[in-house]
């Protein structure tokens, strides 16, 4: 008799692992999309809430003194909070956007402002999909995710003439991101290391109090973008733009030096200062692109090679001030408020990295 041939088992198409890894891809997407939203919205929320307090400034410098001081500490890096921040952000939006200006809305956008911050500090603690898998994104895909994350958010929240009836794509946003998360909470999950993943986004947008201190006066910019013939979608994506594609430059340049030297971390902390420096000289909005292009290289170099954040006290203390003053001042200075309080920010952060550079020589 003729043996009777067996085919071989067949492959499925769709593999657990290739599902995890397109399920990380997309959660990567939506944690880019969120983040820079959340500039975005507490901005909008607070020009329309508190605009003669501080230029709408007060409910973003609640969120960031919230991510320095991060109260709840390893409690708030569950995956279970992220899912209660997350509803939290979605209540407070909310209301902050239908009691108008009264209580009610003061005391949403508080939540908002708080609820956000948590959930930064929570999901940026883990990883998932792509790198759990043990397969990290290349940087031409980190970039592409978080040019993608950084389009939708200017759609939503950049034109304060849309953003009236664009933020109840905010619910559909974070729904679909916490189906995604408890998509991902069965597969293998690993806490952060003492440096953050790579291609995160929590190392460029807050890793120094000069990015920061752009990023707060990104609606403010595009305001000044605008008088000249701009919209304010395109004057927040081209400023976006240029900090991711110069964080990407870094990301991609840093490996080829080889061993870095020891003062690389240092020339990150002046490229800041050269960036204020260009700022306050020029007070255009080319100034403004070149600036943030300086800014955000110098302030991922200091996070790729160092992994340092800065403190608490000099983020409450110098950072926050800044943010402050930068909304009080700018109705009547104009980009120049901006300008100075970088200027300074960024020279007093460059003088505390020169003394820690001198005092780990003097201990060696």
Sequence with gaps: MRPVQTLPPSRP???PAASAQALGWVHRLLVACLTFT?????????????????????PLAAWWAWLAIDPLGAAGRR????????????????????????????????????????????VHSHSHGAEAGGTPMPVWARTAVQMAGLLTAA?????????????????????????????????????????????SQWPGLLASPTMALMMGALLLMAQWCVSVGWSYTAAVVAHGAVMVLAQAAVQAGLPRLGPVPRWVPLAGAFLAVAGAGVFWYGATWQAMLLAMALIAAGGEVQSRLTGRRHSPIATLGLALPALLWVGHAAPVRGPQAIAEALL????????GWWRQRLKSRRQA
């Design 344 to 351: 300074v920010v960024a020279a007093v952060s460059a003088a």
């Design 38 to 58: 959340a500039w975005l919205v507490l901005l909008q929320v607070g020009m329309s809430l508190t605009w003669n307090w501080f230029s709408g400034l007060l």
């Design 79 to 122: 995956p279970g909070v992220a899912l209660v921040a997350a509803l939290g952000v979605a209540t407070g939006v909310c209301v902050a956007q239908m009691a108008g200006r009264g209580l009610m809305g003061w005391m949403g956008a508080a939540l908002l402002a708080v609820a956000w911050a948590q959930w930064v500090l929570a």
């Design 13 to 15: 198409l769709w593999s």
């Design 155 to 199: 759609w939503v929240a950049a034109d304060p003439l849309w953003w009236g009836t664009r933020w109840v794509a905010l619910p559909v946003l974070w729904l679909t991101w916490a189906l995604c998360w408890m998509g991902l909470h069965g597969q293998p999950t690993r806490p952060a290391p003492a440096r953050p993943p790579a291609g």
